[in-house]
């Protein structure tokens, strides 16, 4: 680069030089002046020249200054730039946990929705069921009506009884509607009640042996209702009879106000059930949130007394399952309930072992995940860490801890096995 820059220098000496010392030369044709005037023109271009370098070398000063400013802009750009895109990661991976979690709540809600579908339906069933019944009862009440316009046309002489019937008539559909309306009313007390169930899910078998209970009871009411309506046909087909048949009809009347007193006695009567159930079921439900789960119970020598098992008497050093169990597995065991134990057995030897859970849980009037939770509370509590892997759809016990619990159920089965036999 230097020597291009020497080489245009010297080439602009020779040219100033050489137009400097012609263009002098020409006018006197003296050579010494033309020659001195060619000099100091070179002189005076070699200076331009440095002077012109000179400035272009600060202006390329200047661009490079600026260069600098622009390149360390342009880092701190980049710096927050990449401190940006750190915290967009990491809000993303938070983002990706909340929709973890909410997909988790929907999977829930859509169960919780299809078994209130499910109900549902059954519900609707019983309800079709219900206006068949009363298409029956329609159908009937309109034969009743066809045969007294029959006995009007038969019986023109006993125009004042079919009158005082018709009377009769109107006070007994003025009753049926009664009936209606109370069926109406019962019919509210059951949406109540199907809305409660929801609340009333951890004693749903008590709640169906009612209700196979009342079911029971409305068959014996509609086979009354049958009965009743099987008298009212021979009532119209006797026709030399009416007067009698009058007073049965208000025998029956009589009675079925009994009845209606009945019903709405035994309706108090559930609804006061009812209400003693929910109050129960919250206080089952403060009962488990508060208090501690107890320990194994074992009857020793009446219904009445109760005493806890003796694991720590019964526990045997020289028995196989003992021999490789650390002192904290046994305390483990002592403080575990015999349900809780059921559950790790269950997970341990089953495939799919949550049915075996819920049949466990629902004999005990808890839920399933809390069985879970509270094994894993005493494990924590005696082993200082957890035996069954939270949050799995299928429950599972962790590997390292497989051995151990294995022994722990071999040992509490040789205990009851033992107990058994003293017993």
Known sequence: ?????????????????????GLSL???????????????????TYAAALFVDKRHRHHEMLVLVTLHKRIKEQ????????????????????????????????????????????????????????????????????????NSTDLSNTCSNLTAEKRRLELQNNVSRAEI??????????????????????????????????????????????????????LLATTTAE?????????????????????????????????????????????????????????????TQTEDDFEVFPFAELIAPSEDPTENLP??????LEKLPGHEIEVLKAIVQQDNPKAAIKQIAEANITMPNLLIDSINDQANDTIGELIIEPGEDIPEVYQEHLANVRKMIAMYEDLMSRHTSSN
């Open 75 to 146: 880092e701190t750009l980049k710096t927050r730039i990449f401190r940006e895109i750190k915290q967009i990661e990491e809000h993303r991976s938070l983002l990706y946990a909340e929709t973890q979690q909410l997909q988790n709540q929907i999977a829930e809600s859509r169960n919780q929705r299809d078994s209130l579908h499910r109900e549902l339906s059954n519900f609707a069933v019983q309800k079709k069921q219900l206006e068949t019944e009363t298409n029956n009862l329609k159908n009937t009440i309109q034969t009743i009506e066809k």
């Open 177 to 230: 509607a009664q009936l209606q309306t109370q069926i109406e009313e019962l019919r509210q007390d059951k949406q109540e009640i199907e809305s409660n169930l929801t609340l009333l899910g951890r004693l749903k078998p008590q709640l169906e042996e009612k209700m196979y209970e009342l079911r029971i009871e409305i068959q014996e009411l509609e086979l009354v209702v049958n009965q009743q309506n099987k």
């Open 1 to 21: 680069m230097q020597a291009v820059m020497v080489s245009n220098r010297f080439l602009l000496g020779v040219v100033a030089f050489s137009v400097s010392f």
């Open 239 to 299: 026709t030399d009879k009416i007067t009698s048949s009058i007073n049965e009809l208000n025998q029956q009347v009589l009675d079925k106000q009994s009845e209606i007193q009945q019903l709405n006695g035994q309706v108090s009567i559930l609804q006061g059930e009812r209400d003693l159930l929910q109050s129960q079921v919250w206080e089952l439900l403060q009962q488990t949130e508060t208090l501690n789960l107890e320990p194994l119970l074992i009857n």
């Open 327 to 332: 002192e904290e597995w046994t305390n483990l």
């Open 26 to 44: 020409v006018p006197n044709w003296d050579f010494s002046k033309a020659f001195i005037t060619g000099i100091i023109t070179v002189l005076a």
